[in-house]
């Protein structure tokens, strides 16, 4: 995972007003990536579109106008890490709870966080070579990785953080 750049992977919720979240402002990631960003899609390239830049809330880059802090190996976007307002197409966000996941998710790879760190487990949903992977705390998924599952599980058992 050296390779990656991971550091760029905190995001923050935005466009609250008043701690409240207009109606239909959710965006849905899918296993391709997003409407304008498509995993495989190169830093280059992505750069040069504009929808790259320095988080300002966040640890690292983000994706202009999207809460999502992508993460690249090889300057290809294998990940993204994406927080409220995202959500599956199956209507997974931040927020939702485990039996939400086990619910909407016929396969299911749980993912057991060492003993004794402060990581969250995680529930692995694979479709061919791309996958979610749902953090939680046991009740509530925490934050959502999707992009390439290898990248995904890599990411997990090397226990890379937000930061």
Not at 28 to 36: F, Q
């Amino acid at each position: 995972m050296t390779a990656a750049s991971i550091a760029g992977s905190g995001v923050h919720p935005q466009g609250l007003v008043d701690g409240v979240r207009p109606a239909g402002n959710d965006v849905v990631v899918d296993l391709n990536g997003l409407p304008d960003v498509e995993f495989g899609d190169t830093e280059e390239d992505l750069t040069r579109r504009g929808l790259l830049q320095a988080g300002v809330d966040a640890c690292g880059r983000t994706l202009a106008g999207h809460a999502a802090s992508p993460v690249f190996v090889d300057d290809r976007l294998v990940l993204l890490w994406v927080d409220d307002p995202f959500r599956t197409p199956e209507g997974i966000s931040v927020g939702a709870s485990v039996e939400e996941v086990r619910a909407r998710y016929r396969t299911l790879h749980p993912l057991r966080a060492p003993q004794g760190t402060h990581r969250f487990d995680g529930l692995l949903a694979r479709s061919g070579d791309r996958a979610y992977l749902f953090l939680h705390d046991g009740r509530t998924v925490r934050k959502i990785v999707a992009g390439y599952a290898d990248w995904a599980r890599r990411l997990f058992d090397e226990g890379h953080g937000p930061c």
